[in-house]
C-alpha cells in the first residue's frame, strides 16, 4: 500500500540528527580529556553491495541492497592542543544548534505526514 | 528514544567531572600558601579524566567521561628566604608548585565546558519534549 512510504523515507534522517546530538554531547562531555578525538557521523543513504565473494562467473549473484547506515568516525585533523584533545566546544556547540533544527524539521515532517493520514482517513 | 536516559547521562559526566575539577581549582587557590601537618608545602591537586569506551553505548554514539583519579602533583618552588621557619640549612625554604594565574585561566575553561555541557543538557531535554508534544 506504500501509506507510511513519506514517514519511511524521513525516519533514517531522524536517526541521523538523533546519533548526531549524542555524538555531540560526547564530544562535549570529553572536551577536556587528554587524547580523546573528535567522534563524528557519517551518512551512508543507500549502496549496494555484494554480500557473497564471486568463486564461479557462471553463478549469477544479485547485489544485496542495503537501506541508510551510519558510520561513526573518530577525527583526526584539527586544532590540537597539549593534551591530544581536537575537540572545539565552540564547533561543537554551533553543529548542535544546527542539529537540534534539522531534527524539529524532520520530526515535523513526520508529524505532518501522519496528520494528513487522519485527514484522509476521517475524510474531513 | 529510550536511550534518551543514556544521553542524559553523557552530559551530567561531562558536568561533574568539570565540577571535580572546579573543586580541586578551589582547593588549590585556597591552600597557594599553606603547609601540611608534617610541614611539607601542600601539593597541587589534579584530577585525571578518562574518557569511558564502552562497546555497547559506543555503538549509540555515547562516550561519558569518568574522573579516574585525583592525583598530587610533585615538585615544590624553592625559594631563598633564611628567616622563614621552614628554611633548610641553606636558607632555602620549599613553598608549594601553585600558580595562581594558570589556576584562575584553568578555572574559566572549567565554567565554560560546564555551560557547555549544561546548555547540551537542555538540548536534549528540549528535543525530548518536543518529540512528545509533537505526538499529543
Same mark, same amino acid.
Given at each position: 500500500?506504500?501509506?507510511?512510504?513519506?514517514?519511511?523515507?524521513?525516519?533514517?534522517?531522524?536517526?541521523?540528527?538523533?546519533?548526531?546530538?549524542?555524538?555531540?554531547?560526547?564530544?562535549?562531555?570529553?572536551?577536556?580529556?587528554?587524547? !580523546?578525538? @573528535?567522534?563524528?557521523?557519517?551518512?551512508?543513504?543507500?549502496?549496494?553491495?555484494?554480500?557473497?565473494?564471486?568463486?564461479?562467473?557462471?553463478? *549469477?549473484?544479485?547485489?544485496? *541492497?542495503?537501506?541508510?547506515?551510519?558510520?561513526?568516525? @573518530?577525527?583526526?585533523?584539527?586544532?590540537?592542543?597539549?593534551?591530544?584533545?581536537?575537540?572545539?566546544?565552540?564547533?561543537?556547540?554551533?553543529?548542535?544548534?544546527?542539529?537540534?533544527?534539522? !531534527?524539529?524539521? !524532520?520530526?515535523?515532517?513526520v508529524t505532518d505526514n501522519i496528520n494528513e493520514l487522519n485527514t484522509a482517513?476521517?475524510? *474531513? | 528514544?529510550?536511550?534518551? $536516559?543514556?544521553?542524559?547521562?553523557?552530559?551530567?559526566?561531562?558536568? /561533574?567531572?568539570?565540577?571535580?575539577?572546579?573543586?580541586?581549582?578551589?582547593?588549590? #587557590?585556597?591552600? /597557594?600558601?599553606?603547609?601540611?601537618?608534617?610541614?611539607?608545602? /601542600?601539593?597541587?591537586?589534579?584530577?585525571?579524566?578518562?574518557?569511558? %569506551?564502552?562497546?555497547?553505548? #559506543?555503538?549509540?554514539? #555515547?562516550?561519558?567521561?569518568?574522573?579516574?583519579?585525583?592525583?598530587?602533583?610533585?615538585? $615544590?618552588?624553592?625559594? %631563598?628566604?633564611?628567616?622563614?621557619?621552614?628554611?633548610?640549612?641553606?636558607? %632555602?625554604?620549599?613553598?608549594?608548585?601553585?600558580?595562581?594565574?594558570?589556576?584562575?585561566?584553568?578555572?574559566?575553561?572549567?565554567?565554560?565546558? %560546564?555551560?557547555?555541557?549544561?546548555?547540551?543538557?537542555?538540548?536534549?531535554?528540549?528535543?525530548?519534549? $518536543?518529540?512528545?508534544?509533537?505526538?499529543?
Amino acid at each position: 500500500m506504500g501509506l507510511f512510504k513519506g514517514v519511511d523515507e524521513v525516519v533514517p534522517y531522524l536517526d541521523y540528527t538523533w546519533l548526531k546530538h549524542k555524538i555531540i554531547l560526547s564530544n562535549l562531555a570529553n572536551a577536556d580529556t587528554p587524547h !580523546y578525538k @573528535e567522534l563524528n557521523v557519517r551518512f551512508v543513504p543507500f549502496e549496494k553491495e555484494l554480500a557473497l565473494k564471486i568463486t564461479n562467473p557462471k553463478k *549469477q549473484i544479485q547485489p544485496v *541492497q542495503t537501506g541508510p547506515h551510519f558510520d561513526i568516525l @573518530e577525527k583526526e585533523s584539527g586544532l590540537v592542543g597539549n593534551d591530544r584533545n581536537n575537540v572545539s566546544i565552540e564547533k561543537q556547540m554551533a553543529e548542535a544548534n544546527a542539529n537540534y533544527i534539522a !531534527y524539529e524539521t !524532520y520530526m515535523k515532517m513526520v508529524t505532518d505526514n501522519i496528520n494528513e493520514l487522519n485527514t484522509a482517513i476521517k475524510g *474531513q | 528514544m529510550l536511550d534518551i $536516559f543514556n544521553a542524559f547521562d553523557v552530559s551530567a559526566s561531562g558536568m /561533574y567531572a568539570e565540577r571535580i575539577r572546579m573543586n580541586t581549582i578551589a582547593s588549590n #587557590l585556597a591552600n /597557594y600558601e599553606s603547609y601540611k601537618n608534617d610541614g611539607t608545602p /601542600y601539593q597541587k591537586l589534579e584530577p585525571v579524566f578518562q574518557a569511558v %569506551y564502552d562497546n555497547n553505548l #559506543l555503538s549509540d554514539g #555515547l562516550v561519558p567521561v569518568n574522573v579516574s583519579e585525583i592525583r598530587q602533583s610533585n615538585g $615544590f618552588k624553592l625559594i %631563598y628566604d633564611p628567616s622563614n621557619p621552614h628554611a633548610n640549612a641553606q636558607g %632555602y625554604v620549599r613553598e608549594p608548585n601553585i600558580n595562581v594565574t594558570t589556576e584562575m585561566v584553568d578555572m574559566i575553561t572549567a565554567t565554560q565546558s %560546564y555551560q557547555a555541557n549544561l546548555s547540551a543538557f537542555n538540548m536534549t531535554k528540549n528535543i525530548a519534549q $518536543f518529540t512528545i508534544n509533537s505526538w499529543t
